[in-house]
């Protein structure tokens, strides 16, 4: 819950910030105070490098957690209000729960398949304008940025299994960030000009949604019986974020992403429901 809220936050401070910074200088400072924030932590912990024949799992994160999606992201918020943009990657749940079925042989409930069914109809009324499918270039870049997300959560499940939360989020912003760094140059001059205000902005989307919502979001993976159980909590998102971009940018959702939400809220809450059957069902069962 946690990231969550962070994350919430993040969709109505990146809208902000792309007032004035752009897609690519947005996506390098954001990481850069990230790295900056969690390499004193990293000292100060002691963590070891990761072994030689991982590293490869962790530049694969960098780029999928990290450079992909945060510039997919970005290229989402640019176009699309905080409220829609939130409810674009609640399809990530989705998409974990159906790629870990397939990657881990994680088994879902009967029940908990309706729930992903609910939630993919919510989506679907999403997407509908005056009754007809529509498919704008920022929701496409959010999908692709969903489609990021999702691979990141199975490589996190993937890596926390023999690493701990702080090493699979460090070592992945690292990567992620040294990629990103080929948008220095225009970071650069684009934070020279940049208010007092803007930069607070860019740093808090570093430090909190970005440093420390990872860490707290890969402890849920390592901590969790199942992918889809932490994946899932995404779809609460989407009503924080409706409500943060109204208190905070005076952003009003429009009737198909109210309905849509709504549809996508009741299937997370139908899921939650029956993992709690699944568990009382099976008390003695080992986590994976």
């Not at 042989?105 to 398949?113: F, V």
């Not at 109204?246 to 992403?257: G, I, K, R, S, W």
């Amino acid at each position: 819950m946690v990231t969550i809220f962070l994350w919430s936050l993040a969709f109505v401070l990146t809208r902000l910030a792309l007032r004035h910074f752009s897609v690519y200088s947005l996506g390098f400072l954001r990481y850069l105070a990230a790295s900056l924030t969690l390499l004193p932590m990293a000292l100060a912990a002691g963590i070891k490098p990761p072994r030689r024949g991982d590293l490869k799992w962790f530049v694969a994160a960098g780029a999928l957690g990290f450079f992909i999606y945060m510039i997919a992201f970005n290229k989402g918020c640019e176009t699309v209000n905080v409220s829609t943009s939130s409810v674009m990657l609640a399809t990530v749940p989705v998409m974990t729960a159906l790629f870990a079925r397939l990657v881990f042989g994680e088994r879902l409930r009967p029940l908990q398949w309706l729930a992903i069914a609910v939630e993919f109809a919510g989506i679907v009324v999403l997407t509908m304008k005056d009754g007809t499918l529509t498919l704008n270039s920022g929701i496409l870049w959010l999908l692709l940025a969903a489609v990021s997300l999702c691979s990141y959560n199975l490589l996190q499940r993937f890596l926390t299994r023999s690493y701990s939360a702080l090493q699979v989020t460090t070592y992945g912003i690292f990567a992620g960030t040294l990629m990103l760094a080929v948008f220095l140059p225009s970071s650069i001059g684009e934070a020279r000009d940049a208010s007092a205000r803007l930069i607070s902005y860019v740093v808090f989307l570093g430090v909190f949604p970005s440093a420390v919502a990872y860490v707290t979001w890969a402890k849920a993976f390592a901590k969790a019986e199942r992918t889809s159980y932490v994946s899932n909590y995404m779809f609460v998102t989407p009503f924080l974020t409706t409500l943060q971009g109204f208190l905070l940018v005076n952003e009003l959702p429009d009737l198909a992403t109210v309905t849509g939400g709504a549809i996508i809220l009741s299937g997370a809450f139908l899921f939650a429901f029956g993992a709690e059957e699944r568990r009382a069902a099976t008390p003695g069962e080992s986590t994976r």
